[in-house]
């Protein structure tokens, strides 16, 4: 499939599709707290998306059986919601997607629970950061993998390890379109980034080992070594200058 160009029209759409995930992401972090389940923070991501007249992507998709992806500790995304009480010290890393008129959005945070430890904090905090490195190169102009590139060289500075196995995506009309957005240096530049591709940059990052497997039910992907993990993820469109992120 080719890489889509979005309309103005179309961007508007996905501005919306943004906007409902930003503030679904500030009711959600009110609630992560020692004590409240998985499960009860996918109700209230189901039930806030509904009422904004969209739909969580991620419900039924290949058959996955949550609104939002919750992963805690050493599982790095796809965290199925669950009866699992989080407690302090643990980290969840929360993806969501909605669909509006049609337009998808798609992004992920990862917060700590009560206390959390310093190298966690550090975690956290360069996770968000390589995204943040990665999209200065998210301009009309730029390739695509002058991103993965970037996100790469700037988590791997502080000895953290990069996800190979999951990578970013191109977005519109379906979560996941063309291109795909690898988190790591390849060996060409891969397609030049043109005004109005929209992009799920999503940097997956680990504290030790990036190997990991997916566990028996399908979906939660874990370190092979039992280390945290943490995920961060916005959906951005390129400009005629600085790229439009959607969902902040
Ligand atoms: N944000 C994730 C992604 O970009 C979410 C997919 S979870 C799924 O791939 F269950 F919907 F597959
Ligand atoms: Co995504």
Redo the contacts with the bound molecule.
Sequence with gaps: MAITIKTEEQIEKMRDAGNILKDLDEILRDKIKPGVTTLELDKIADDFVRSRNAVPSFKGYGGYPGSICTSVNEEIVHGIPSKRRLKSGDIISI?M?SIFEGFNG?C?RTYGVGEISEEDKKLIEVTKQSFFEGIKYAKAGYHLHDISAAVQKYAESYGFGVVRDYV??G?GRH?HEDPAIPNYKQKNRGPKLVKGMCL?V?PMITAGTYELKVLKDGWTAVTLDGRNAAHY?NTVCITDGEPEILTL
């Design positions: 993806d997607g798609d992920a970013g995506h977005i979560m799920a999503e993820e």
